[in-house]
T-cell receptor
């Protein structure tokens, strides 16, 4: 079955550490996205990529980095520069170019906690 | 950029209808979506509507789109306790292939 997989489900980070969240899709989608969700808040876009080897900053890119070396994979690194990284992170993908309904498929999320 | 707004919270009794509202700012938005998020999980697409439509019905779900007012609503008929979740409105713009999400509406269904 096609889908989008995030790992790990839970991640704990010490102060000053970089951590990388994995996102893999086998839907053959060109576009992939990373969102951050804080309790009681909506989704805020961190980074997105519409094609391999290209990505763009979203609304809250500071303290994060991404790469898109393969179509299937869009890992997110939370660096030590991100001052408040504790949140729920969601990865999504969409087909590109646009189809009839450009549904976004979401992973199950990674909950990151700073300890 | 696009702004998408939703009310934070809605409480209904089981069996009643729920109406979740959403407003957006970009009149060139093409597809508009409703997603559901259950606790600790990702988002699942419930339904969508294309911008040249006024209404779409899918079983218990009815989506109404007022393009003039840039207002989207989701009506859930005969709301059940299993419908308790956060509902997100999302708007897609062709130009940037971007999805912009509202802040989500938490629906609580009381038995």
């Amino acid at each position: 079955d096609g889908g989008i997989t995030q790992s790990p489900k839970y991640l704990f980070r010490k102060e000053g550490q970089n951590v990388t969240l994995s996102c893999e899709q086998n839907l053959n989608h060109d576009a992939m996205y990373w969102y951050r969700q804080d309790p009681g808040q909506g989704l805020r876009l961190i980074y997105y990529s519409q094609i391999v080897n290209d990505f763009q900053k979203g609304d809250i890119a500071e303290g994060y980095s991404v790469s898109r070396e393969k179509k299937e994979s869009f890992p997110l690194t939370v660096t030590s520069a991100q001052k408040n990284p504790t949140a729920f992170y969601l990865c999504a993908s969409t087909r590109n170019p646009l189809g009839r309904a450009n549904e976004a498929f979401f992973g199950q999320g990674t909950r990151l906690t700073v300890v | 950029g696009e702004d998408v707004e939703q009310s934070l919270f809605l409480s209904v009794r089981e069996g009643d209808s729920s109406v979740i509202n959403c407003t957006y700012t970009d009149s060139s938005s093409t597809y508009l979506y409703w997603y559901k998020q259950e606790p600790g999980a990702g988002l699942q697409l419930l339904t969508y509507i294309f911008s040249n439509m006024d209404m779409k019905q899918d079983q218990r779900l009815t989506v109404l789109l007022n393009k003039k007012d840039k207002h989207l609503s989701l009506r859930i008929a005969d709301t059940q306790t299993g419908d308790s979740a956060i509902y997100f409105c999302a708007v897609h713009n062709n130009a940037g292939n971007m999805l912009t999400f509202g802040g989500g509406t938490r629906l609580m269904v009381k038995p």
